[in-house]
Structures are given as C-alpha cells and as structure tokens.
C-alpha cells in the first residue's frame, strides 16, 4: 500500500498531474508500470519510437535535446515528479524528440501513451485540463520555441537543420496561416475604395480634381493609353529601368564608399576627430539645395542626378555604419585581443560582422532616400526616368499618367527595399535564427 | 614546472576622472600559485574586476607590479601590459561572436595567432567540445543555445589556446541555481582535465568555497585581500560537498566577513546615492 501511496504522491508533485482529482490519480497510477533504471543507463535516445510517457518517483535523469530541435535549455535534469517522454502527445510526432539518461539509480513509472490520452479524453473537462498543464510545462520548463512545436503538429518532426531558404520559405507558410495576409488585404481594398468613392462617386472637395482609380487603373492597362503610357508601351519599360539603373549605380557607389567611410570613423578616433565635423555639417544640408552645384559640378545632366541619388544615400549609410562599429560591445574586442588577434583580425572578425545589423539598418533607410533625392532630381533635370514622367506629365495636364508613375515607383521602390532586406538575412544567418527562436 | 604562477604585489589603481581621484585597489598584494583555483570574493563593485582587468591587460595599474612565473606583466614603469592568448577572459556576460558558429568561436585563438592550420584547429575544437559534452551543437550559433552551454563553449574556446592562466569574471552570475550547480561540476571536470591556473571572481561565498583550493575575501573600495580562506576539502569535489559538515563550518567561519564588507559597500553606495 506504502508503495501506491508514493506513486500517488509523485504525481502530485508533477506539474501536469498537480491538481487532478484524487480518483483521477489513482486511473493513472493504475495505467503504470514502475521501472528501474542503473545509473548511466539510457532510458531511451531521440528517434526512437515515442510510446510511453515516464514520471520519476526517485533518482534522477538527464534529458536532452538535440540541438536542431532548437530548444533554449537544451540539458535538463529531472528528479522525483519531473514527468518526460511527452512527445508521443504532440500531434504528427511519433518519434522521440530527446534523449534521456539515469544519472544516478532511478526509479520511474510507464504510463502508456495512448492509453493516458484515451482516460483523459473519457473525463473531457478535467482531462481537457491535464492537456492543458502538459502543454504548459513543455513551453515553460522544456523552453521549446512555440513556432517549432506548431510546425511539428501540421508535418513530420524537422531532422534536417533549417536552411536560410528553409526558414524563409518556413516564415512564408506561417504568414500564409496567420490573419496578417487578409488584414493586408483588407487595408488595400479600404484605401482603394476610398479613392474610390471619394474622387468618382461622392466627388468630394479637393478629390474632385484628382484622377479616378479606375481611370488610372484603365489608362494603365489600356493597350493605347490616351496620354501614351501604360504597361503596353515600350516607353513605360525605359523609364523603369532608366530609373532603376540610376539609383543602382547610386546606391552601390553609396554602399561602397558609405560603408568605408563609416567603418573609419568607427574605428579611427583620430579620423574621426579630422573628419565627423565635416560631415555631421554637411549631412543636414537638404539633398534638394544640392541640385543648382551638382549641375555646375557635372557638365552631363546624367551624372549629376546620379550623384545627388548619391549623397543622400551616402550620408544614411556612412553614419548608420559608424554607430554599429560604436555599438560592438567592448568585450567582443577584448575578446579577440585575449585570443591573439592583430588589429586587422579584429577588425576584419569583429568589428566589420558586429556592425552589421546596423549596416543594414542604414542601407534600408539609403535605399529609401536614394530614391526619394533621384526622383526630385529628375523632375529638375534630366530626360528620362520616373521622376522626368511625373513633372512632364504635370506639365502637359497628363493627371493619370502622373499617377501611373507615383504607383510604379511605390512598387519598383518597394521591390529594391525587399532586396537589401533579403541580402541582409542572407549575410546575418546567425541574427535570422536566433530571431526565429525569440518568435519574432 | 611552474605554469600560471601569478604574484600581485602592491598593486594600486586610482582612477581620476575630472580630478576627484578614487581609490580602487589600495596596496594589494596576494600570490596564486600555479594550478590552483584562487576565487576572489567581494561585494559588487568593491575593485576586484579591476584587478583582472590589469593582469588581463586591459587597464593600466598605478602603482605596483604584477609578475606571471616571474616575468613582469606591469609595473609602475610600464603601467599596461599586452593581452595575448596566455592570460583569458571569460566575461562576465560572455563574449562568444554571436556571428559565429560555436565550432567557428573555438578555433578563433589558434587560427588567429597562426599556431595551428585551420583543418589542425578544426579537429581539435571538435575533439575539446566534444570532451566538455558539446556534441551536436558545433554548427549552431551561440544565441542558438542555452546560456549554460554557452559558457562551456567559451572556456572551451580560451582552453583551445593551452593559456597559463583561466580569468574568470563572475562567469556564472546570471544563470540560475540549477545551472549553476552544473556549470560548477562542468568547469571542475575541465579543470581536473586541464590543470590550468584559475582566477575567478565572484560575489557568492558558496560558489567560492565549492570550487576554490583558496578564497581571498576582499575588502570593499580600496580592494585588497582581507582574509584568505584555505578549503582544506580534498578535489575531485562534487555537488556532495554542499551539504557537508566541514563546508558548512568553511561558510560560517567567513560569511561575517563577506557580511562585512556588503555593508559597508552598501553604506558607501547609499553615501554616494
């Protein structure tokens, strides 16, 4: 009876089982079987077949993970009432997800996987709860990231170790499966409808004036467009790509020197006191009040609209890449310094992968305002371009066409930013991960 | 043969920040033989980080000198010493490149320093974290494991160096008990291993008596040593020790000078405040 007593007891002391009913208890202390395991003894290894799930009545066992289950205390010792081999509970996985060994002589006790599942679901308010406290303890003690445990219930158990690509195809499926798609939606159809109804069918003061969504949307799709551009004409494509071109040789030009430059400053303190004045003076200065020297400077109108998409951009780039390069955590370098790094090694190591994340913090805003400054200088010169379309399309009472360009420049401006976004997951694998765990 | 025999002796930093001059370690002097684990305790803030830091070389002493199996680290003539692969850190909140992969961290010293060729270091790396329990999570990034196994990692990657000297600034600080427990155990497998000297700061009394053959209790701003604490509890140690009797009678026997010097730490910090 001593013995019934004590399983009873672990039990209680476990926290799934903590506060079922004492007749409750005694069904599962029936299902049972107790066990013994040596110290040093392998209870059972990841992979293996999930069937029973084990309560310690005494002893202690080390569990662990393997370390592409991604759990954030991958060791964990369990003593009397730590309750382990649950993943036969998690819906698709029939295999063990860890491994445990005896630490030390230790009792436990089986309790048949489906079994428990069929006595719980026979007693549906407190077995829904038992269910409950069981996924609890797995988030909180096992510290296994929700958004892995999720995935193992819609598909097989992850073996593999993510790729980057894995894992932004695994974020897709997920954006997929969430609200956040059809709000998205949903916020478009509002903005749409409002243009809508405020231009064409309540005419409203102020919108009145403004080209109609569907005008524009038919303008745009039109195969002879009245005012000469639509996705039809070759003319649209040019200056597309004419645009396009120019802020890729800006932003490149801007990302080279930027990130130097920003990387000097960061790392040279004595540069940095040459130099920062300078450029913290220059820096305010509106790209537009550029454009009257820029012309002077550069005979061709071509390379004159590149440099002012230029500077905007290298201003953000530069400045964002000296913060990361002051942001690196001094211990990083004296780390490296313990470990015999030169200064060249540290600085190729360290400083250049440290500062990183704020590069690219820099690079998303540069991407944006090389945009912004090549637009306003096409619209003052130049004979291509969005910006070109938009001013002459003003001039010459094109309103459509206007908006033609203001949405294709949304798009394309949208699409390089996705791209800088994309490079960036890519060369900071590390930071994409450990997100990913942080369920963010 | 003596390796990691370190020798402070006089040692004095004030720090001058606009003139109002602070005495952070005030003559201090103690000797830490080779091989043994010397476990520095003192209330938060009291100088004793300062101490690492100069034998480290990250900071420069006033006064004083500092001496490794004889040799001068830094004197009063030549205030700063060179860090270098002899003499490791572990920090406080862990300085693994979170942008490398754990393998990657650990054949940082011996790839850098050009001692061993990449594939030689990558072999032994795996062969030591594979020792120290680490297997399965070389190609992981450090922010991909539990705070626990990041600190074996980076004693892994300072042991990778064969340094003479482990300075450990209270490694374990933010982990919990339980972890701590078994970071305890770990680090002393380690050293049964590794034999290298210990420096090890720490403000808990217990964790200092559990791992250390010497304790020095410091006095609080200016540091310096205020009793030095022999465990004559036998290594290989375990977590059996806690409950012993004679570790109880060691944590009476200096918890009133611990008590001490938290208060008066607190009173100076309340004064300033």
């Known amino acids: ?440 | 043969m003596s390796r990691g025999q370190i020798s402070i002796q006089d040692v004095v930093k004030v720090y001058d920040p606009e003139g109002a001059a602070v005495m952070a370690v005030d003559h201090c002097s103690l000797d830490i033989e080779a091989g043994e684990i010397c476990m520095i305790v003192g209330p938060s803030g009291c100088g004793k980080t300062t101490l690492l830091n100069a034998i480290a070389g990250f900071h420069e002493i006033t006064a004083g000198r500092i001496l490794m199996d004889g040799e001068v680290l830094c004197s009063t003539e030549r205030p700063k010493s060179e860090p270098g692969p002899d003499r490791i850190v572990v920090f406080q909140n862990g300085a693994l490149f979170p942008w490398k992969s754990n393998l990657e961290n650990v054949v940082f010293g011996p790839v850098m320093q050009g001692r061993l060729s990449r594939k030689q270091a990558l072999a032994k790396g795996r062969a030591m974290m594979a020792d120290a329990g680490l297997t399965g999570v070389e190609h992981n990034y450090p922010g991909e494991v539990s705070s626990g196994m990041r600190r074996r990692v980076e004693i892994v990657r300072a042991l990778m160096n064969e340094p003479k000297v482990l300075l450990l600034d209270e490694p374990y600080r933010a982990l919990d008990s339980l972890t701590k427990s078994v970071m305890h155990e770990a680090l002393l497998e380690i050293y049964y291993k590794n034999k290298v000297t210990i420096f090890f700061i720490t403000h808990d009394l217990e964790e200092a008596i559990f791992l250390g053959h010497r304790v020095a209790i410091m006095t609080t701003r200016p540091c310096k040593p205020k009793k030095v604490l022999n465990v004559d509890i036998p290594h290989p140690r375990d977590y059996a020790v806690l409950t012993s009797k004679r570790f109880r009678e060691l944590i009476e026997e200096t918890n009133d000078a611990v008590h001490e010097e938290a208060l008066k730490a607190f009173q100076a910090g309340e004064k300033e405040g």
């Open chain 1, 1 to 440: 009876m001593g013995a019934a007593d004590d399983v009873l007891a672990a039990l209680r002391a476990s926290t799934p089982f903590a506060d079922a009913r004492e007749t409750l208890l005694a069904r599962i202390a029936a299902l049972g079987r107790p066990a013994r395991f040596a110290g040093g003894a392998r209870i059972y290894s990841a992979g293996d077949k999930a069937d029973d799930i084990f309560v310690v009545l005494s002893g202690r066992v080390e569990h662990a993970f393997p370390a592409q289950v991604g759990a954030r205390d991958p060791l964990k010792r369990l003593a009397r009432g730590g309750v382990f081999g649950w993943a036969g509970l998690l819906l698709g996985q029939t295999r063990r997800l860890a491994t445990v060994t005896a630490s030390e002589p230790t009792e436990v006790l089986r309790i048949d996987t489906e079994s428990l599942v069929a006595l719980l679901e026979s007693e549906p308010l407190e077995g829904g709860r038992v269910m409950e406290r069981f996924a609890a303890m797995m988030q909180r003690e096992f510290a296994l990231p929700a958004t892995l445990m999720h995935v193992r219930r819609l598909s097989g158990p992850l073996t593999e170790e993510m790729s980057t690509l894995g894992l932004t195809m695994y974020r897709l499926s997920l954006w997929a499966k969430s609200p956040r798609p059809y709000l998205m939606l949903i916020g478009f159809a509002l903005f749409l409808g409002f243009w809508y109804f405020a231009v064409e069918v309540w005419k409203l003061p102020r919108f009145r004036e403004m080209p109609g969504v569907t005008t524009v949307v038919k303008e745009w799709l039109s195969p002879s467009p009245t005012y000469g551009l639509s996705i039809y004409t070759e003319e649209y494509y040019q200056h597309i790509i004419v645009s396009v071109w120019r802020v890729t040789k800006a932003f490149f030009l801007a990302t080279v020197l930027g990130v130097s430059f920003g990387l000097l400053l960061g790392w040279s303190r004595k540069f940095k006191e040459y130099v920062f004045p300078v450029f913290e003076m220059l820096r305010p200065i509106p790209i537009l009040a550029w454009v009257p020297l820029a012309i002077v400077m550069f005979i061709a109108t071509e390379s004159a609209v590149v440099y002012l998409a230029f500077l905007a951009s290298f201003f953000a780039t530069a400045l964002n890449t000296m913060l990361g390069v002051e942001s690196i955590d001094e211990s990083y370098i004296r780390a490296a310094n313990c470990l015999g790094a030169n200064r060249w090694q540290t600085f190729r190591h360290v400083i250049i992968p440290g500062s990183l994340p704020f590069i690219f913090t820099g690079l998303q805003i540069s991407i944006g305002v090389s945009w912004f400054s090549l637009v306003a200088a096409e619209m003052v010169s130049g004979q291509y371009g969005l910006g070109y379309v938009i001013n002459t399309s003003y001039v010459m009472v094109r309103y459509p066409t206007i908006v033609i360009g203001m949405v294709t420049l949304g798009v394309v401006g949208y699409v390089t930013s996705a791209l800088v976004r994309i490079a960036g997951d890519w060369l900071m694998e590390w930071r994409v991960r450990e997100l990913a765990l942080q369920e963010r």
